[in-house]
């Protein structure tokens, strides 16, 4: 059972003196087996919030209770995700960067994983959301521009000895070879998945629906793409989570 921590709720932010019993609650809670993945990457357009919802449906398909926290204050499109009541899980909340301690914190002990889904250049506060995550996973489009931004938050991670799985999204099959250059230039930024997000219309066509791509009843290149996404990031967060643990 988690602390309590209805005892300093308020319709701000918690204050930063409550901030520690808020990590502490949380560490608790992942002591017992909850996960907390945070999706970051400083540079808009990336893929961060499709590579969110389909990993949190891909664990409501597991049976596990997953939560969303929207902290992207600027695009905010998970809090704008159509889900429908009826289907539920995953959860969605929307909060602002400076809120996810507490945020986490409140609603940590009723979920098996929570997604964090944040963006901005602030360090101090992702190095803070760090301290409560398992890994940071940054989607990446496979161009060198975006790739030279991966860097911005994974060295904050490192410095927080927190893992980092980077995740090329909107790659095509054609450019295979080329998926596994840019991983060897920017191997300072990795690791990176082996698996990347394909360019698929169906990614885009199931949101408005309130859906995710594995969610789709019938046979779907996306489906089956993220499937082994899916499959080959849940290995990494599993081993991630059992080390962080462990320390």
């Known amino acids: 059972m988690r602390p309590d921590l209805h005892s300093f709720r308020s319709p701000g932010a918690v204050p930063v003196a409550f901030k520690p019993r808020a990590v502490g609650a949380i560490e608790?809670?992942?002591?017992q087996?909850?996960?907390?993945?945070?999706v970051a990457n400083s540079k808009g357009g990336c893929g961060k919030s499709t590579l969110t919802l389909?990993?949190?449906?891909?664990?409501?398909?597991?049976r596990k209770r997953v939560l969303i926290v929207?902290?992207?204050k600027k695009q905010g499109t998970l809090r704008k995700w159509p889900r429908s009541n009826d289907i539920g899980n995953p959860t969605v909340v929307a909060c602002g960067p400076s809120e996810v301690i507490e945020t986490v914190a409140r609603h940590i002990g009723d979920y098996d994983v929570v997604l964090?889904?944040?963006a901005g250049r602030d360090e101090r506060m992702m190095a803070a959301i760090l301290d409560i995550s398992d890994i940071l996973v940054s989607p990446v489009k496979p161009a060198h521009q975006d790739l030279l931004e991966l860097g911005h938050f994974v060295h904050v991670a490192r410095a927080r000895d927190v893992p980092t799985i980077a995740v090329f999204?909107?790659?095509t099959r054609e450019k295979t070879a080329e998926l596994k250059q840019l991983a060897a230039a920017f191997k300072a930024h990795g690791p990176f998945l082996a698996v990347a997000m394909q360019q698929l219309s169906s990614y885009r066509r199931v949101y408005p629906f309130g859906r995710g791509v594995l969610e789709i009843g019938r046979e779907d290149p996306a489906?089956?793409?993220f499937a082994q996404v899916f499959a080959a990031l849940g290995r990494v967060?599993?081993?991630?989570?059992?080390?962080?643990v462990g320390q």
């Open 70 to 72: 929207d902290a992207d």
């Open 223 to 225: 489906k089956d793409n």
């Open 237 to 244: 967060v599993e081993k991630a989570h059992a080390e962080k």
């Open 28 to 31: 608790f809670c992942r002591a």
């Open 33 to 38: 087996g909850a996960i907390v993945l945070t």
């Open 54 to 62: 389909n990993t949190a449906i891909g664990y409501a398909r597991q």
């Open 116 to 118: 964090i889904d944040t």
């Open 169 to 171: 999204n909107e790659a």
